[in-house]
């Protein structure tokens, strides 16, 4: 750190170069306050909504008026609570009873893989489009 000057002449600390402030930020694990607040916010506004209290009231009121009135807009709060889980595919046994091409092959077999992409890694330039190297 090295102190600075301004014009006003108030002293400042400046971090060098990859230095950063001390206790700058927020703390680890701490709760950004922000989104709780927003959170509570919108709770409130839809338990007290006309809407709400015309369905039975609360939260639970205000979800079932989005149900009738507007599904779309429903399907996508619902889609936000529903976990996003893969089943995992059962005709397959565990990798440790199967052969090394066994498992190799297995992506391939169920659809996983695009097979008509080359084999290069994606971050290889190659072609017409790959830059020259200048010589100096």
Do not use: W
């Amino acid at each position: 750190m090295r102190k600075i000057i301004t014009r006003k002449g108030v002293e400042l600390l400046v971090p060098e170069k990859g230095e950063k402030h001390p206790g700058a930020g927020r703390p680890k694990g701490a709760k950004n306050v922000m989104t709780r607040e927003v959170k509570k916010a919108i709770l409130l506004a839809a338990a007290e909504s006309q809407h709400a209290k015309d369905y039975g009231g609360g939260v639970a009121g205000y979800c079932t008026y989005l149900a009738t009135e507007h599904p779309e807009a429903f399907a996508k709060l619902l889609a936000r609570l529903i976990p996003r889980k893969e089943e995992p595919d059962k005709t397959l046994e565990p990798a440790a009873n199967r052969t090394a091409p066994e498992v190799r092959t297995a992506p391939i077999a169920r659809g996983k893989v695009d097979m008509t992409r080359g084999t290069q890694s994606s971050n290889v330039i190659d072609g017409p489009f790959k830059k020259a190297r200048r010589r100096r």
